[in-house]
Nanobody, 121 residues
Framework: HVQLVESGGGSVQAGGSLRLTCVIS????????KGWFRQAPGKEREGVAA?????????YGGDSMKGRFTLSQEIAKKEMYLQMNNLKPEDTAMYYC??????????????WGQGTQVTVS
């Protein structure tokens, strides 16, 4: 059973930075696809970035997040990170990390953490 625990959220002013961390237990860290998603109040959960089992990283969100967010991982620690720079008020959301079988739809297949709140003012 996979367990995910996010940390690193908080309240920052516009233009600030945060680094989110997701610790993933279990033996599926390397073979699963993993990613960061976010959900703002009243909105659907949306993808931020994902990494495939082979290490290919895909960023979502188009121009709204382009160049500001960076996903990385440290396999030995079973940790995944999201570096967020130049944060904007519209980035305010609960951020979740997820782990799912590659090729499957993460929205239906993923295990999720409890989320970490990011608030940008």
């Amino acid at each position: 059973h996979v367990q995910l625990v996010e940390s690193g959220g908080g309240s920052v002013q516009a233009g600030g930075s945060l680094r989110l961390t997701c610790v993933i237990s279990g033996d599926s860290f390397s073979r699963n696809c993993k990613g960061w998603f976010r959900q703002a109040p009243g909105k659907e959960r949306e993808g931020v970035a994902a990494i495939a089992s082979g290490g290919l990283i895909t960023y979502y969100g188009g121009d709204s997040m382009k160049g500001r967010f960076t996903l990385s991982q440290e396999i030995a620690k079973k940790e995944m990170y999201l570096q967020m720079n130049n944060l904007k008020p519209e980035d305010t959301a609960m951020y979740y990390c997820g782990s799912w079988r590659c090729g499957m739809n993460p929205y239906s297949d993923a295990d999720w953490g409890q989320g970490t709140q990011v608030t940008v003012s």
